[in-house]
Nanobody, 129 residues
């Protein structure tokens, strides 16, 4: 059964860092683009970053560009989101998601929900002093 599980969230002070992980139980993980999304209370879910199946291509929302770094390790079926210089506006539940089709090359811009069809349950990130 295809599953995604996020981890690494928590409480951090402004200016701090966290590294989120997304473990994927998927045959041919290396064929799928991966997206990270977040949803803050009272707001719609938004795309944060994505990475192509090979890791050669990445995209970021303007709000996180220069602070967040997405990566993946296809040998371990895991994707990561390194988050630095966190601020209170980054507080949200963070989700990873698998692209709808293998080799679909959807990571050509900031990810949108319609391009991804398998989701994890999310991990909460709270930035507060």
């Amino acid at each position: 059964q295809l599953q995604l599980e996020e981890s690494g969230g928590g409480l951090v002070q402004p200016g701090g860092s966290l590294r989120l992980s997304c473990a994927v139980s998927a045959f041919r993980f290396e064929d799928f683009d991966i997206g990270w999304f977040r949803q803050a209370p009272g707001k719609e879910r938004e795309g944060v970053s994505c990475i192509s199946s090979t890791g050669a291509l990445t995209n970021y929302a303007d709000s996180v560009k220069g602070r967040f770094t997405i990566s993946r390790d296809n040998a371990w079926n895991t994707a990561y989101l390194q988050m630095n210089s966190l601020n209170v506006e980054d507080t949200a539940n963070y989700y990873c998601a698998l692209a709808s089709k293998p080799r679909s090359s959807v990571c050509t811009a900031v990810p949108t929900e319609s391009q991804y069809h398998v989701w994890g349950r999310g991990t909460q990130v709270t930035v507060s002093s």
